[in-house]
DNA sequence: CGACTCTTTGAATGGAATCAACGGTCGTGG
DNA sequence: CCACGACCGTTGATTCCATTCAAAGAGTCG
């Protein structure tokens, strides 16, 4: 899927510019301030890895050792219960933080699967104690971000309540542009890296429904196209839909 | 509903020896340094206020000035979509940190009500800010506590996802009383403080619906009333079946 | 007491899950 | 190279659960 040069490129959205908005800005801010003592700066940028698609970052319950940043690709996490099924909670993308509730017992609160060739950032935690000891701004950030995540998961929750399936679809996909556009890509393209049976999941619905919501999309002038690229052709259309 | 005396008896639930589990553990750790800084524990102490039933603590988009912890009583955070529709998203018991979500954009992410007599304590930003700068376990608790709010809106939205309306109900009642222990009250006495209403809202159904399922367990011998008080009879069918 | 809110119960409707079957793609191995 | 199986996506028919609509009972407060 992805080449290396594709993986070089996409690492660069990983810079203090991308915006408030992006969920890396923490660390890239880290990472500014580590200019002053380039060991720290090799340290982050030394730690990376390679997965593909299939692949398993890290199980459940393994000890939490180290935060992970997204550099290009894209992940799935999910959980399994105890009859063996698994629900997918999150997918994450190039420039975004990982797993951080699992900080809070000191071991991975889910199953990180790649979704596709996907380059990650380690950051270990003894490190980042460091970072928020030494960079006040650094800890801001962090903050930020994990309430960030608290907000869009509770947003998630109000969404899968109050809404019916095609309006939890509609608010997906704007939201896959949204976080898109933090990417630097298109606004109006959306890639789904992830299968019907994980997205459906994800959305809290079965596999045909989703299956047929995506078609009456289709059909209706929504969006373009029910494969890996779904393109937007009324975002207003689909804005309304979402706002219910 | 609360007396003063009640109040200045649960305040006591915040103390280090609370357990990790424990809310309000983070700031306990700093109370218990700032003993070393008899000036740092005045300010925290002295920032109290008090809520009778249905005044709002704060509105959705105040200025994010201070944490609020409360010390004894419950509240309810909730949000106004455009077509005036509240989605309850949470309540909040002694010993518990609010609307941390509200961080990551400095201002409040939901509106705050009290569902009865409410005691809380105010701990401006700026002092915590100086407070993670000279205190690491300060900021890790911290953490600990942001993550563990994910962790639970996560669970919150795979509950909502796969369960059917009763298991929901089940799950609600057994965290409710684990978090009743937390507060070294009886585990097997549940004190519904909010309505059906709020209640049915939070738990993603229909009011009827939840007073239907209220009235099947307690014929079904699992708790005993449906009024404010409700009696955990049999909590090992319960888990069973919030385990689906 | 009467106005109000909240809760309960019943009956009908509707939406999504489930069951079932088919076409497509991909990777494996004969 | 093709056959095969595994997995994924689509579509149709049926079932079931929760919402909705409607109305009456219970509790609270002025």
Redesign the interface.
């Known amino acids: 899927m992805n080449t290396v040069s594709d993986i070089q490129c996409e690492a660069a959205t990983c810079r203090p510019e991308s915006g408030d908005d992006c969920a890396a800005h923490g660390i890239c801010a880290l990472r500014a301030f580590a200019r002053t003592d380039p060991s720290v700066f090799d340290r982050i940028s030394k730690q990376r890895r390679l997965f593909r698609r299939g692949e398993i970052l890290f199980h459940a319950g393994q000890p939490f050792s180290y935060v992970c940043a997204i550099r290009s690709g894209s992940v799935k996490s999910y959980?399994c219960?105890?009859?063996g099924?698994a629900?997918v909670?999150?997918f994450w993308f190039a420039g975004e933080l990982l797993d951080?509730?699992?900080?809070?017992h000191d071991s991975r609160?889910c199953v990180v699967e790649a979704l596709e060739t996907t380059s990650i950032c380690e950051l270990p935690t003894d490190f980042l104690?460091q970072l928020?000891?030494d960079v006040?701004a650094a800890?801001?950030e962090?903050?930020?971000?994990?309430?960030?995540?608290?907000?869009g998961?509770?947003e998630?929750?109000?969404v899968?309540?109050?809404k019916r399936t095609d309006q939890r679809l509609a608010v997906f996909i704007l939201e896959m542009a949204r976080r898109a556009t933090l990417r630097g890509l298109s606004d109006s393209e959306v890639r789904l890296t992830m299968s019907h049976t994980d997205l459906a999941?994800f959305l809290?619905m079965a596999r045909e429904t989703l299956s047929r919501a995506l078609s009456r999309f289709d059909t209706d002038g929504l969006v373009r196209g029910r494969g890996e690229v779904i393109l937007i052709r009324d975002s207003e259309a689909l804005r309304e839909l979402a706002?219910?």
Not at 100 to 104: E, S, T, V
């Open positions: 959980l219960s105890e009859d099924e629900q909670t999150g951080l509730n699992g900080i809070h609160a104690q928020f000891a006040p800890r801001l962090m903050l930020r971000n994990m309430s960030a995540q608290v907000h998961a509770e998630l929750i109000r899968i309540e109050t999941s809290g706002r219910g």
